[in-house]
């Protein structure tokens, strides 16, 4: 049995990046980025009016009401090419470029035009309603980096710096399957033994939301020679194997048995975790192998802590462990012997400012319903337990 650390490090050392593409940036979300994005140009490209108005000398208003000659208009996409001198004023839009020799737009509301002429009746001053060219973004800075992900929020940075395509690291093919003979699909209605197949759909939206290609297969019984054909099957065309159900020590727990007739190297098949100890590691040719264990509050957190890293570092993702910190316990919990738990908690702020974790209430590995409502793990170190009031490390969901 090892620490989930050396678990953590063995995925580390064991996992291969995959190559890059380029792809389409509509196309693009989710993807990592194999390339810096770099500003071609200053943002904005021009000192641009932040308001529909004129655009003057500030010096010229020091004194209002003042009135000024109207000269030209400066408008967005058709700017005015002129030199503006004193005691003159330009007309300006939103968006548009603010004229050589003007310093200072003045708002609309606080101007008169008559007869080419234009009466303002409050003073500006220099810089005001301006956004001076590169003042957002320099030309030839790293906008986004290598290794992140692309999001909705981040996809106007590469379109606004013209690259309508972009390299990305590939994406990994992950092969996803229950074993189990009580398993049986959504859509069937289960026998008095048996158990709805809920791990699938579960691991499979995890997957994505990390960036795998997720191809589904069949449920497969405790039957280890179904076992090994369709292992064999699914590593053909997989980066990743995702297995749940058959790693403990049962009779019927078959699936380290399969993968070893196969001839997969083993990296690790015990964890000191909780839950989730008997989580297998371990390649088979070229793909890797997780065996998750069945009950799904221990095939989410084995995925969380273990697959979710291995698929992100194949990525070559910049960061590929869940987020962490601190926060309050408002509940006493309970350590393990031996193992180090990772106990599903809903984490909310309090009136003071402080992070609050209240660990679910839930009955054992099998309570997917009080899981479901996590958004994040309490650490809570082997053989230790912890007050209300304490403080604890948390993973966020
Ligand atoms: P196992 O890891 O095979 O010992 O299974 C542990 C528990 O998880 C058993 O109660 C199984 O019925 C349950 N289980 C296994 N696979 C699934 C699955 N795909 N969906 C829901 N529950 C499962
Ligand atoms: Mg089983």
């Known amino acids: ?22 792809v389409p940036l509509n ?26 108005g004129y655009a003057v000398k500030a010096a ?15 408008a967005a996409g058709r700017g005015w090419t002129g030199r503006l001198r004193k005691g003159e004023a330009v007309r300006i839009m939103t968006g548009a470029p603010v004229p050589a020799g003007a310093d200072a737009v003045q708002k609309l509301e606080v101007a008169n035009e008559s007869d080419g002429y234009l009466l303002l009746s409050e003073p500006t001053e220099k810089g005001r309603f301006i956004v001076k060219r590169a003042a957002e973004v320099k030309k030839g800075s790293i906008v986004l980096s290598k290794g992140e992900r692309i999001t909705s929020n981040s996809l106007a940075i590469p379109a ?11 994406m990994p093919r992950i092969a996803i399957f229950s074993t189990g003979s009580e398993i049986v699909e959504i859509h069937k209605k289960p026998k008095a033994d048996q158990i709805r197949n809920s791990n699938c759909v579960m691991l499979g939206s995890l997957t994505r939301e990390v960036g795998g290609d997720v191809n589904i297969w069949p449920i497969v019984g405790d039957n280890i020679s179904d076992l ?12 990743v194997l995702i297995m749940t159900g058959g790693v403990s020590v049962g009779k019927y727990d078959l699936t380290k048995a399969a993968l070893r007739e196969l001839g997969a190297e083993f990296y690790f098949d015990r964890v000191r975790l909780k839950p989730g100890k008997p989580t297998v590691f371990a390649r088979l040719g070229k793909t890797i192998v997780f065996g998750l264990p069945g009950n799904p509050v ?7 802590l273990f697959v979710r890293k291995c698929v992100l570092l194949m990525q070559s993702a910049n960061v590929c462990d869940l987020s962490s910190g601190y926060a309050v316990l408002d509940d006493p919990v ?3 012997k031996e193992r180090d738990s990772y106990l599903p908690a809903i984490i909310a702020t309090n009136p003071s400012g402080h992070l609050i974790a209240s660990p679910i209430r839930w009955h054992g590995s099998s309570d997917l319903v009080g899981f479901s409502r996590a958004d994040a793990l309490i650490f809570v170190p082997k053989d230790v337990s912890c007050a209300a009031g304490d403080r604890v490390e948390v993973r966020f969901l």
């Open 1 to 22: 049995m090892i620490p989930v650390k050396k678990a953590l490090s063995i995925i580390e050392k064991r996992t291969k990046p995959l190559g890059m593409e380029s």
């Open 27 to 52: 196309e693009s979300v989710g993807r990592v980025l194999a390339e810096d994005i770099v500003a071609d140009q200053d943002l904005p490209p021009f000192d641009r009016s932040q308001m529909d």
């Open 60 to 74: 010229d208003t020091a004194n209002v009401p003042v009135t000024l000659k109207l000269v030209g208009e400066s």
């Open 160 to 170: 606004a710096f013209g690259y309508s395509t972009v390299k990305v690291t590939k």
């Open 228 to 239: 090994r054909s369709q292992i064999t099957l699914a590593a053909t065309s997989a980066d």
């Open 298 to 304: 221990s095939a989410a957190v084995t995925f969380h």
């Open 334 to 336: 309970k350590g393990t």
